[in-house]
């Protein structure tokens, strides 16, 4: 089971897997802002990515995403998915 | 009717020979390929992983379509005579979309891999539907 991480190391852990998985080349965390939206108008990702998340989420964490509407409330930024991997990784830890 | 019939693709572009569901998340299946054949070999490998995968998610008359090719590999040609054993599993899925990994193997060594992403498909419409 996953340990709990910092806020501020798992939002660049999480940048860091963003820039792996998704093979953003030429990208550093620090590109990333932890509140800017990763979807449309901001890193502009699409659906496909997403499930790449979805699938990053349970490899890295063990944390299985239940539905459409959990990904669009909690994949909006660093930021959220930070906070949902903690919430997440707290429910499991009980 | 079984999956592999309701499969809206007709020969020749029925890749896949057979398949088997084996559980919610994953199906088996297998290519076979001849000498009669005129199309790439390892493309149609491809195709016949993608249609396992359409054969475990959608329901018989569900419309559904290959919408991504991710990190595919093929070690050596396929040949005429080949049986290739396909597995697939389910990795994610969310909404509308369901992404797999598939694996491909004769006489019991890989010889190819890759990642799919299929879509469900609600409806179609045509460009003068409205």
Known sequence: MPAMIPTDDLKRKLKELLIERL???DMTPDDIGDDEPLFAGGLGLDSIDALE????LESEFGIKVKNEASARENFRSIATLAD??????????R | ??????LPHQIPFRAASTGRPLDEVSIEGEFLWTANETMSPQTMLMEAMAQLAGGLVFAEKQQGFLS???ACEIDRAVEAGDVVRITVRLEAALGELF???ASAAIDGVEV????FVLAKANEFRTQNAE
């Open chain 1, 23 to 25: 093979k953003f080349e």
């Open chain 1, 53 to 56: 998340i979805v699938v990053m």
């Open chain 1, 84 to 93: 949902f991997v903690e919430q997440r990784t707290r429910e499991l830890a």
């Open chain 2, 1 to 6: 009717m079984s999956w592999l019939a309701s």
């Open chain 2, 68 to 70: 991504a090719i991710d």
């Open chain 2, 99 to 101: 992404r797999f990994r």
């Open chain 2, 112 to 115: 190819g891999r890759g990642r």
